[in-house]
């Protein structure tokens, strides 16, 4: 394994040269933060890109989905799923685009899997309280991005240090640093910061590995820190000797509201996560 621990130390982070993320996802995710953007810029901006607008529009009449009446267009689609879900669904679809050729490694598609799964329970968790559950699903999808930005720089390097790696799933986080000089929170931290995202989704993609924080407090980077732990309990981990966390433990973590209402059994989550990820996987 190629170490460059040393080089990246004293390299400028600006040299890195990261791959850009589709650009269309990034302007979505931009406009999220403006409360006064209107539809039609939207319509017109994921439209401007033919090409993403239709992978946009498969997963909006996909099984997923099951709308009964397919969209032929982004504004029908925003009409149907509303705008915010359909935000949810750019950034998939940037995601996947984002791993492109590495996914046909064993190692990448797990870690595909893990952020759709993330998202995933980060949406049904939500929306078991009053977290909006768009925004819980988009930060979930993009909770992990500074990894997949590691595994886009270096696919084989990164992809060895997931097959190997036993361990805790924050213990990773030394390995990254040893391999390439950053982890993956200190690397998506510096992503999203760059694409001048949303204050929170910084705080989720930089803070997901932390404990969950004492006093209880409960918001979207409490809930993905949850959900990305129980994406990895119920057989969603990103690297295949993680020792996840126990599922009983987790939803202990969960204020009591939460609790009452959230699957009580990894099982049925699993069922769960295991349709909806089929149905994105399939289109
Ligand atoms: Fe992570
Ligand atoms: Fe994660």
């Known amino acids: 394994m190629e170490q460059r621990s040393g080089q990246a130390m004293n390299m400028p982070w600006a040299y890195l040269r990261l791959p850009p993320f589709p650009q269309v996802a990034v302007r979505v995710l931009q406009l999220a ?163 001048k995202l949303p204050q929170d989704l910084e705080t989720v993609v930089a803070g997901h590995h932390m404990d969950r924080r004492k006093d209880g407090a409960w918001d979207v980077t409490e809930l993905v820190k949850v959900s990305c732990a129980m994406a990895s309990s119920i057989g969603y981990p990103t690297f295949p000797g993680c020792v996840p966390a126990s599922y009983a433990d987790l939803l202990e973590q969960l204020p009591a509201r939460e609790r009452r209402v959230f699957y009580s059994d990894a099982e049925s989550l699993k069922t769960n996560v295991a349709e909806s990820l089929h149905a994105i996987e399939s289109v």
């Open 33 to 195: 933060n403006n409360e006064n953007v209107q539809l039609h810029q939207l319509c017109e901006l994921i439209s401007s890109d033919p090409a993403f607008a239709s992978e946009v529009l498969t997963v909006a009449n996909s099984l997923l989905y099951a709308p009964r009446y397919p969209s032929t267009t982004i504004m029908q689609a925003i009409a149907v799923l509303g705008a915010n879900t359909l935000q949810g669904m750019c950034v998939t679809v940037g995601v996947r685009a984002y791993l492109g050729k590495t996914m046909s490694q064993p190692a990448m598609r797990n870690l595909w899997r893990h952020n759709l799964a993330c998202a995933i329970v980060a949406e049904q968790l939500a929306a078991t309280g009053f977290i909006d559950k768009d925004q819980a699903y988009t930060a979930g999808i993009l909770h992990d991005v500074g990894r997949m930005a590691l595994a886009v720089i270096q696919p084989g390097d990164y992809a060895m240090l997931l097959e190997t790696h036993r361990g805790a799933s924050a213990t990773i986080l030394e390995a990254e640093r040893e391999l390439f000089g950053w982890d993956h929170c200190e690397t998506g931290r510096e992503l999203v910061a760059g694409w």
